[in-house]
């Protein structure tokens, strides 16, 4: 079964700041990742998909990697600011047809 | 619609009742997933639908949670006879095509139903 873990579970940061949330899981044999930003008390937003052919994806500040031998992938958010401030899930799609989640990362950007 | 609708956004109800929960997908999207979010937990994927073929029921947590989607668009969740473990954010999203398998698409989530048993 697919394990997902996100590391940290919380971070906070000082604006401006680069930082790099983590993600892992077990079994390399994935068909994709993606990662989603949660706002309290509300749905998940999709920030970046990253197929299995791919190594990454840019979306403005964000950028996204994907090693799949090693089971790793990493957010990096560039120069954060307090609107950043959000838990951060990753998601991979393998054998089934639902993604598998992690529990996120709790993200506190303060000014 | 431009997204994803839920409703009821909160339902308060007591323990033993039953309860339905809507989910109105993106129009065009032939994939169809609830979800459940716990304090604390992640998302523990209950159910998913893909254009008329059979539902994988696979993470249906008992026989008192059904679903179903009428049409191949709108899904109701309909919960038996509610018990406190049932209390969670219920997520219903949509995606053109299976978001888990190769090529998926990209997934966009409704806002939830906050369910709470007395």
């Known amino acids: 079964k697919q394990e997902v873990t996100q590391i940290p579970a919380a971070l906070s940061v000082p604006e401006g700041e680069n930082l790099v949330l983590n993600c892992s899981f077990t079994d390399s044999a994935i068909y994709n990742l993606q990662w989603f930003r949660q706002d309290p008390g509300k749905g998940l937003t999709s920030l970046l998909l990253i197929q299995s052919s791919q190594r990454e994806q840019t979306s403005g500040r964000l950028n996204a990697s994907l090693d799949k031998s090693s089971g790793r992938s990493t957010l990096y958010i560039a120069a954060s600011q307090p609107g950043d401030s959000a838990t951060y899930l990753c998601?991979?799609?393998?054998?089934?047809?639902?993604?598998?989640f992690g529990k996120g990362t709790s993200l506190l950007v303060t000014p | 619609g431009a997204g994803v609708s839920q409703s009821p956004s909160n339902k308060v109800t007591e323990k033993g009742k039953d309860v339905e929960l809507r989910c109105d997908p993106i129009?065009?999207?032939?994939?169809l997933y609830w979800y459940r979010q716990s304090l604390g937990q992640g998302l523990e994927f209950l159910i998913y639908f893909q254009g008329n073929s059979a539902p994988d029921k696979s993470g249906l947590p008992s026989d008192r949670f059904s679903a179903e989607r009428t049409g191949g668009s709108v899904s109701t969740l309909t919960i038996q006879r509610t018990q406190q473990e049932d209390s969670a954010v219920y997520l219903c999203a949509s995606s053109l095509g299976p978001s888990g398998r190769a090529g998926g698409g990209e997934l966009f989530f409704g806002e939830g139903s906050r369910l709470t048993v007395l």
């Open positions: 998601a991979v799609g393998d054998s089934g047809y639902a993604l598998n």
């Open positions: 129009s065009g999207h032939t994939a």
